[in-house]
């Protein structure tokens, strides 16, 4: 798209990224969260984790937004 040429490539790659990525359960969008290094999909409350860059898009390795958060220590799972 012509107004990536205006921002930081780095931009551009996050919002081409998000254009291509969809939720493998209901084929939405899924919104960046840069802080928690996930992608949401909030029709399915759903978190796909990003790993080395990598977006996991598999269900099976979703967090559940739903589930109650467990403190601190999320990556211990
Ligand atoms: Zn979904």
New binding site residues.
Partial sequence: MARCQNTWWRNCVDTRLLDIL???????P?KYDKQAQELI????H?AYPIRDGIPILWAEEARDLDAAPRDGTGAAQ
């Avoid at 999909?41 to 399915?44: A, G, Q, R, T, Y």
């Fill in positions: 969809v939720c493998p359960l209901c084929k939405g899924l999909c909030n029709p399915d759903l």
